[in-house]
């Protein structure tokens, strides 16, 4: 556990002090939230349904940054050799890089949330300890993926424009749940529970899944 810690300390101090990469990811996601600010109608605004989309959208283009900036730190003086050589099983770097993708990733959205409210018009605000606790699980079903793929782009070098097109067809389910998420917060009142227990099943899925193949992607055999 002391491990792990220490993996997730490390990772989040280098990106962290390092603004610039943070900053791309903070970037790209209020470009998108405002360029799609523009079609909303002079004194209007938009539907919710339409401001959780992009919010969620802006979301998932940021995890593919973030997530090639955590993998891309192991290049550095041969780190990923040495983790392959440390006492670490590889699972627990996965799950190291999923939990600091996952810090990241929610500094990354307090931004974004806010730019939905100024830019999309979006100001009811309905909020539960539900609601949160959906929020959370949306973001770590996305991180587990993101931690995985982020290993593959790495160990095959594989682009950020092609990893895209991996993860949206993978993290679908959890994008839909989203927006359903974000209509009921944002003002359309809707039953959470099936959209709820899909993305519990798929966050399950998505641990399996990584747990099993993480170890062989980032060995890169």
């Given at each position: ?7 997730i300390?490390k ?14 990811s903070?970037?790209?996601?209020l ?16 539907t ?10 802006s979301?998932?283009?940021?995890l ?13 003086n041969?780190?990923?050799e ?6 670490l099983?590889?699972?627990?770097i996965?799950i ?7 810090v ?7 931004f974004?949330?806010?730019?939905v409210v ?7 605000f ?32 594989i ?23 974000g209509?009921?917060?944002?003002g ?24 099993i ?9």
């Open positions: 556990m002391l491990r792990l810690f220490h993996l300390q990772d989040l101090k280098l990106i962290l002090g390092r603004s610039n990469i943070y900053l791309h903070i970037l790209l996601g470009v998108l939230i405002f360029l799609f600010s523009l079609s909303r109608p002079i004194g209007g605004i938009l919710s349904s339409y401001a959780a989309t992009i919010f969620w959208i979301s998932n283009f940021s593919i940054l973030i997530f090639n900036a955590l993998y891309l730190l192991e290049q550095e041969n780190m990923h040495a983790l392959n050589l440390s006492p099983i590889s699972q627990e996965w190291a890089k999923a939990i600091s993708g996952l990241l990733l929610l500094l990354v959205q307090i974004f949330i806010g730019a100024i830019f999309l018009g979006q100001q009811e309905n909020c539960s300890l539900y609601a949160i606790i959906f929020f959370f699980l949306i973001n770590i079903g996305l991180t587990l993926i993101g931690s995985l793929l982020g290993a593959l782009s790495y160990g095959y070098e682009k950020e424009s092609f990893l895209s097109l991996i993860i949206f067809p993978l993290v679908i389910p959890l994008l839909l749940a989203g927006i359903k998420l209509e009921n917060v944002w359309e009142s809707n039953d959470l529970l099936s959209w709820f227990r899909l993305t519990l099943s798929f966050d399950l899925i998505y641990l399996g899944g990584g747990y193949l993480f170890p062989f992607i980032f060995s890169g055999e």
